[in-house]
Structures are given as structure tokens and as C-alpha cells.
């Protein structure tokens, strides 16, 4: 049973800093691309980061490149999402999300297992 369990969310002030967690249990940490994507009230589901856990090679989408990181503790089959100098625009649920294989992905339909999301709420 594969489970994605995402943390950290909450109601912040603009310009603060955040960062979000993601727990797999039931895969391979090693075998999986793991994602972040983000889906503002009214908006489509947005990518925001992936992480291939076999070498550590991240890519980042657009709306977020500069102000996150996307890192992993492998012991903990954890990967985490930091974000900086946080926009009221950010307000959002984030989801982490989990790709087999070892491809760079960046679409929603690629990433098979999700979690149920954490709030991100920005504050002006």
C-alpha cells in the first residue's frame, strides 16, 4: 500500500518562508520520480517541482523557479518543498505526488500516486 502524506502547510504572511514535507511508505524511495504541484481556487493543478530520487536531479516549473527548493532525506523517504518571500498568489493546496521510473516528468497525468494535499494560505 503506497501512501503519500504531505505537512507543513498553514496560514503565513507575505514575504515569510515555508516548508512542506512529504512521507512515502510502500515504494522504493530509490525507484520513484517524486513531484510537487500546487492547485490555487478556481486554477488548474500547477507543476511546481520534481526530484529523481536515484540521482537527485531536480527540475523546477516556472511560477516558483527562484523562490523553491526541492530536496530529499532518502532515511526518511521524505522529500520537502521550501518556499521563500511568499506571495499572496501562493495560497494554494499542494500536493506531493510519485512517478515510477526514472523519466524527468512534469505532467499531472505522469504521477500515479498522490497525496491528500496540505493548505497554504499567504497572507498580504
Known amino acids: 500500500q503506497v501512501r503519500l502524506v504531505e505537512s507543513g502547510g498553514g496560514v503565513v504572511q507575505a514575504g515569510d518562508s515555508l516548508s512542506l514535507s512529504c512521507v512515502a511508505s510502500g515504494l522504493t524511495f530509490s525507484k520513484y520520480v517524486m513531484g510537487w504541484f500546487r492547485q490555487a481556487p478556481g486554477r488548474e493543478r500547477e507543476f511546481v517541482s520534481a526530484r529523481r530520487l536515484s540521482d537527485n536531479t531536480t527540475t523546477y516549473g516556472s511560477s516558483l523557479k527562484g523562490r523553491t527548493t526541492m530536496t530529499s532525506d532518502h532515511a526518511k523517504n521524505t522529500v520537502y518543498l521550501q518556499i521563500s518571500s511568499l506571495k499572496p498568489e501562493d495560497t494554494a493546496v499542494y500536493f506531493c505526488?510519485?512517478?515510477?521510473?526514472?523519466?524527468?516528468?512534469?505532467?499531472?497525468?505522469?504521477?500515479?500516486?498522490w497525496g491528500q494535499g496540505t493548505q497554504v494560505a499567504v497572507s498580504d
Open positions: 505526488a510519485a512517478s515510477f521510473g526514472d523519466l524527468m516528468v512534469d505532467a499531472e497525468y505522469q504521477f500515479y500516486y
